[in-house]
């Protein structure tokens, strides 16, 4: 990210608290995430379904409670 645009999200999360929140319990996930799983491989299927929720999430889409990837959906 640039220095310019990493200087603008600095200055909101100091004025936004629930920003800040939310930018720190990512932060405290990534770190744990690649603590504890930074030297495995990621399976190519949970990758595509993660990088999928997340694209999901950023479009602004709601997000299902269950895996639409799966071969057999939930009942419900």
Do not use: W
């Amino acid at each position: 990210m640039p220095d310019s645009d990493c200087t603008k999200f600095e200055t909101h999360f100091g004025e936004c608290n629930p920003c800040l929140e939310k930018y720190g319990l990512e932060q405290a996930v990534k770190k744990l995430v690649k603590r504890c799983c930074g030297s495995d491989d990621v399976p190519t299927d949970l990758r595509s379904k993660v990088m999928g929720r997340i694209e999901l999430i950023r479009s602004g889409q709601a997000v299902p409670d269950h895996d639409v990837t799966a071969d057999n959906p939930a009942p419900g």
